[in-house]
């Protein structure tokens, strides 16, 4: 990026400011800085003396802005954002995760409630560790979901890393020689509580009718193969696959990760789809996720004479504890779920060794 300092003269007096050239593109940082002009009046001693002094002051902006962009601090096509924005440098840092749309949506969710905590603009050098400590005050106990409930634990937590790690990278772009968040304790995340099926409470959800036939199908789906709704929701006939190797199999790419998924399938889930149809159809068509169908899903599991609170993702932590319960490995079990690293699967193994203590407790002897 080449930055200019240039004049611009109306006869009466002379505005100073900073031309940026990127890219073939050109913008403007207008420094509220002015020489008096000497077109036609003889400047007076003083007035000289006030020009060099503003001449001075303007060649010190001008200094410090080449510097920055010379270090590439902000990357920013906007050149009033270099003055030192931090809700517009978190933006930045979000938009290079547009790509990987569960990240994006946790790191857009934490600048949302940036700007809702900040109300006005916060600069680099007004955050401290003050600063964060009321932050991290407004999402423990101030801030609010879409349905005006507290945050979780764990959305917190999240949250309030993605504004340590935007300070992390400022400081390691020397945007900021020292990281303010190195001494403040992040926000510890809860222990999430996983509802999930017994092999018997799954048999026996699967023997009754559903208001909405297609939401039984793909909850039980999801049970016998771990597919999120969000992969089940947009399932083509063309991710259904067989070979004479592996069998009937799963070839799509995870909605949440990004991540490219060969998943086999037993018979009994690949059964449940029905007639196959055209390669770019949808195969479970008309599933929605709403309050009302997830009020039906309930309805449907209390039928069974189930009174946990279940919702479709059950159907995954069903199939994940299910494996587990069965002898399946975890690495396996890692794999099937597509997770990324292993402690995301180790969660499980808690309601594991729950299930273990229950059962050993069931014996109970007269001495």
Same mark, same amino acid.
């Given at each position: 990026?080449?930055?200019?300092?240039?004049?611009?003269?109306?006869?009466?007096?002379?505005?100073?400011?900073?031309?940026?050239? +990127?890219?073939?593109? &050109?913008?403007? %940082?207008?420094?509220?800085? #002015? $020489?008096?002009?000497?077109?036609?009046? =003889?400047?007076? /001693?003083?007035?000289?003396?006030?020009?060099?002094?503003?001449?001075?002051?303007?060649?010190?902006?001008?200094?410090?802005?080449?510097?920055?962009?010379?270090?590439?601090?902000?990357?920013?096509?906007?050149?009033?954002?270099?003055?030192?924005?931090?809700?517009?440098?978190?933006?930045?840092?979000?938009?290079?995760?547009?790509?990987?749309?569960?990240?994006?949506?946790?790191?857009?969710?934490?600048?949302?409630?940036?700007?809702?905590?900040?109300?006005?603009?916060?600069?680099?050098? +007004?955050?401290?560790? &003050?600063?964060? %400590?009321?932050?991290?005050? #407004? $999402?423990?106990?101030?801030?609010?979901? =879409?349905?005006? /409930?507290?945050?979780?634990?764990?959305?917190?937590?999240?949250?309030?890393?993605?504004?340590?790690?935007?300070?992390?990278?400022?400081?390691?772009?020397?945007?900021?020689?020292?990281?303010?968040?190195?001494?403040?304790?992040?926000?510890?995340?809860?222990?999430?509580?996983?509802?999930?099926?017994?092999?018997?409470?799954?048999?026996?959800?699967?023997?009754?009718?559903?208001?909405?036939?297609?939401?039984?199908?793909?909850?039980?789906?999801?049970?016998?193969?771990?597919?999120?709704?969000?992969?089940?929701?947009?399932?083509?006939?063309?991710?259904?696959?067989?070979?004479?190797?592996?069998?009937?199999?799963?070839?799509?790419?995870?909605?949440?990760?990004?991540?490219?998924?060969?998943?086999?399938?037993?018979?009994?889930?690949?059964?449940?789809?029905?007639?196959?149809?055209?390669?770019?159809?949808?195969?479970?068509?008309?599933?929605?996720?709403?309050?009302?169908?997830?009020?039906?899903?309930?309805?449907?599991?209390?039928?069974?004479?189930?009174?946990?609170?279940?919702?479709?993702?059950?159907?995954?932590?069903?199939?994940?504890?299910?494996?587990?319960?069965?002898?399946?490995?975890?690495?396996?079990?890692?794999?099937?779920?597509?997770?990324?690293?292993?402690?995301?699967?180790?969660?499980?193994?808690?309601?594991?060794?729950?299930?273990?203590?229950?059962?050993?407790?069931?014996?109970?002897?007269?001495?």
């Amino acid at each position: 990026m080449k930055v200019t300092l240039r004049q611009r003269d109306n006869g009466t007096k002379v505005s100073l400011y900073l031309e940026y050239y +990127q890219n073939g593109k &050109r913008s403007y %940082e207008y420094l509220n800085l #002015y $020489l008096h002009s000497d077109k036609t009046n =003889k400047l007076s /001693k003083q007035q000289k003396d006030e020009n060099k002094a503003t001449s001075k002051l303007a060649d010190d902006i001008w200094s410090k802005r080449k510097l920055e962009a010379q270090r590439g601090s902000y990357g920013f096509t906007d050149a009033q954002k270099i003055k030192g924005s931090f809700i517009d440098y978190v933006a930045l840092l979000k938009e290079k995760r547009k790509n990987s749309q569960g990240n994006y949506g946790n790191w857009d969710s934490a600048h949302k409630h940036l700007k809702i905590f900040a109300k006005t603009d916060v600069l680099f050098n +007004q955050i401290d560790s &003050r600063w964060l %400590e009321k932050f991290k005050y #407004y $999402l423990q106990f101030e801030a609010r979901s =879409k349905s005006n /409930k507290p945050l979780s634990k764990n959305t917190q937590c999240s949250y309030f890393d993605k504004i340590r790690a935007s300070l992390k990278e400022a400081t390691r772009e020397e945007i900021i020689q020292r990281n303010p968040a190195i001494d403040i304790k992040g926000i510890s995340p809860g222990d999430p509580q996983r509802d999930f099926l017994t092999y018997d409470e799954l048999k026996a959800v699967a023997k009754e009718e559903c208001e909405i036939p297609i939401l039984k199908t793909a909850f039980i789906f999801s049970a016998l193969t771990g597919l999120r709704w969000s992969d089940i929701n947009k399932l083509v006939w063309s991710e259904v696959q067989h070979s004479k190797e592996m069998g009937n199999y799963l070839r799509f790419t995870q909605k949440k990760t990004q991540g490219s998924e060969t998943l086999p399938i037993s018979q009994q889930a690949y059964e449940l789809l029905g007639e196959r149809g055209k390669p770019e159809e949808r195969v479970f068509t008309h599933l929605k996720y709403s309050a009302w169908y997830n009020l039906k899903l309930q309805q449907w599991v209390m039928k069974a004479g189930i009174s946990k609170t279940i919702t479709f993702h059950c159907a995954r932590h069903t199939y994940a504890t299910l494996q587990l319960t069965l002898g399946t490995d975890i690495y396996t079990v890692s794999k099937l779920l597509g997770h990324k690293n292993l402690k995301t699967t180790q969660i499980y193994t808690k309601v594991i060794d729950e299930k273990k203590i229950q059962a050993t407790n069931k014996i109970i002897l007269d001495l």
